[in-house]
């Protein structure tokens, strides 16, 4: 098994900042790619940003500018940091990591992300 913890979460003013970090532990071999998803309220997950073993990353159009995922999928660790932030930035946000050649995925227990007008 694979335990994400996530951290960093937490109230802020629109224009704010905030970064959040995700350690991996346990069975963590053959990790394919770290990510971070969002869900808002009433909404579906939705992905923010993810990072392959080969450090190529994605970002949704709409944090593109704003958003910097950064760390090392091989040592199991990912942030992300949070610029400019918005309201429409307000949700849940959850680590997620997946395995080389495995249907095996694993998610965090989510950190609240807050932006208020």
């Known amino acids: 098994q694979v335990q994400l913890v996530e951290s960093g979460g937490g109230l802020v003013q629109a224009g704010g900042s905030l970064r959040l970090s995700c350690v991996a532990s346990?069975?963590?071999?053959?990790?394919?790619?770290m990510a971070w998803y969002r869900q808002a309220p009433g909404k579906q997950r939705e992905l923010v940003a993810d990072?392959?073993?080969?450090?190529?990353?994605n970002y949704a159009d709409s944090v593109v500018g704003r958003f910097t995922i950064s760390g090392d999928v091989l040592k199991s660790t990912v942030y992300l940091q949070m610029n400019n932030l918005k309201p429409e930035d307000t949700g849940v946000y959850y680590c997620?990591?997946?395995?080389?050649?495995?249907?095996?995925?694993?998610w965090g227990q989510g950190t609240q992300v807050t932006v208020s007008s």
């Open positions: 997620y990591l997946d395995r080389l050649q495995s249907p095996d995925d694993y």
């Open positions: 990072m392959d073993r080969s450090r190529r990353i």
């Open positions: 346990g069975n963590i071999f053959r990790i394919n790619s």
